[in-house]
């Protein structure tokens, strides 16, 4: 933590030559109090419209605010939405010198009405035909002018037509020749022309779309990192998970799982942009990508509590760090409890591993996870998912959601480690973790338990701690219930 409050202020000044998708976001804020008589749709009272930069002009925004310098390449109309851009640019102080200005192409417009804090539709008015030639070699000769001067590069692909083969390979082999490191938030189905970047930041949904693979396990997360490691030549891919964080992919085979910052979600408009605007100031400042993806966290979770687009602040983004305790680094991804395992092991700890649904906590699980604690050294629990709850428990469980159950289970003292796992019986968690004491909390007999014989071959015992009577989630629920 100490290391990343370190490398916000070399921030500062931080040229960030960012090349992409130029647009206007435009938003209509509104009050909804009727429905229309004319169908069954709302009526949006208008109170105010408000304009600012959208797509690569959001990560400029998001530069200038996290006190670096945006060097901001793309294009724009000579319409009346290219006008509104140019002057949100420059309210925010940001150099539209190297924007391109051209009749060949309407601005790109997003209209969003926003009522009650929430969109209620957005509205797209854009050309996303590839650029034609002549544009190309504008773009082109102003990118090998100005690249030696900037202290890292952003490639913003929306897949409007702006960043094309050629524009993508010559910023990428330039930025290798000057060792300016290069950021691509991407687009498509085809990352060929993001060939040897240094850091690929796509989506879930974009990893899904470019692997064909649907994500849905760890097993899935991993094939679909190494796919797009292999197409790419990427030194880096980092899939942005939203609720569950980001995980990096290192072309030298190594994985790293980071767990999303909870902050309450107003809106997740932008935050990708958000994302690699940090981590290319953070590249630039001399953080390691693993360093500049975990500012990039703390940056989205700032993000996402926004309503429409907003950049982030380099305070704001202090703060996040400074409100934020190591609750986060106690949850842990499967393949990095491997890691942790062996290195408790070394050491000699004795571990000792639980598992359960833990919905609605109280007194009963607080107690429980105290006495398995000192069992031995470490203590690591294993957190059903909530489809693997729902299979458990039935419906409508469970009341609290997995991320925010494991953070709650993390905030305890006496929690060494989290682990979330969607099989309906612990097992491979168990062959995982090996542990010396493997505690059940129930009125079970021990030898009963379909667990004991796993956990004897590998060299453990099982303790089984009795229930206080009365203290289950489904007491508190009956509870609330009656009181209706």
């Not at 008015?125 to 002018?145: A, G, H, V, W, Y």
Request: hydrophobic fraction near 40%; glycine fraction near 8%.
């Amino acid at each position: 933590m100490e290391r990343l409050k370190t490398l916000i202020p070399g921030f500062e000044g931080k040229k960030v030559l960012v090349i992409g998708d130029l647009m206007l976001d435009e938003h209509i804020w509104s009050k909804v109090n009727r429905i229309s008589p004319e169908a069954p749709v709302p009526i949006a009272q208008v109170s105010k419209i408000t304009h600012v930069p959208g797509g690569c002009g959001n990560v400029a925004a998001n530069i200038k605010t996290l006190s670096g310098t945006p060097l901001l390449m793309g294009l724009v109309g000579t319409d009346s939405s290219g006008q509104k851009l140019i002057k949100a640019l420059k309210g925010l102080k940001i150099d539209t010198a190297y924007v391109i200005r051209t009749k060949d192409r309407p601005t790109i417009l997003k209209s969003r009405i926003i009522a009650a804090s929430q969109q209620v539709i957005r509205v797209d008015r854009e050309d996303s035909e590839t650029i034609p030639q002549e544009l190309e070699t504008i773009i082109l000769n102003k990118l090998k002018k100005n690249i030696a001067a900037a202290d890292a590069v952003i490639l913003s692909d929306y897949k409007k037509g702006m960043l094309s083969e050629k524009i993508c390979a010559e910023a990428i082999r330039l930025a290798r020749k000057y060792k300016k490191p290069l950021a691509v938030d991407p687009k498509g189905q085809d990352y060929a022309k993001y060939d040897r970047a240094m850091v690929i930041t796509p989506n879930l949904a974009e990893a899904e779309t470019a692997t064909k693979i649907k994500i849905v396990d760890e097993k899935s997360l991993l094939k679909a990192g190494r796919i797009l490691l292999e197409q790419t030549n990427a030194d880096n891919i980092i899939i942005t998970r939203g609720k569950d964080g980001l995980s990096i992919f290192a072309k030298a085979g190594t994985v790293k799982h980071v767990p999303a910052i909870p902050r309450e979600v107003f809106d997740i408009t932008g935050a990708g942009d958000t994302v690699i605007a940090t981590l290319a100031l953070a590249l630039a400042s001399g953080a390691s990508v693993n360093e500049a993806a975990s500012l990039g966290n703390y940056a989205a979770a700032v993000a996402v509590s926004k309503i429409g687009t907003q950049p982030v602040y380099k305070d704001e983004l202090e703060e996040a760090l400074e409100e934020n305790d190591p609750i986060g680094h106690k949850i842990k991804a499967r393949s990095e409890l491997r890691k942790i395992i062996k290195r408790l092991k070394s050491q000699n700890n004795k571990i000792v591993f639980t598992n359960g649904c833990f919905d609605l906590l109280h007194l009963g699980h607080v107690r429980y996870l105290k006495q398995a604690k000192k069992l031995g050294d470490v203590l690591i629990v294993g957190l059903n998912t909530d489809s693997s709850v729902k299979n458990l428990k039935g419906s409508p469980r469970p009341y609290v959601g997995e991320m925010e159950r494991a953070e709650i289970i993390a905030s305890l003292e006496c929690v060494d480690y989290v682990t979330i796992f969607s099989e309906l019986r612990p097992d491979n968690l168990i062959k995982i973790v090996k542990p010396d004491v493997h505690v059940k909390g129930g009125d079970y007999k021990i030898s009963a338990l379909p667990e004991k014989k796993l956990v004897e071959e590998l060299g453990g015992e099982v303790v089984v701690i009795p229930p206080i009577k009365g203290r289950s989630t489904t007491n508190i629920v009956e509870k609330i219930l009656a009181r209706k």
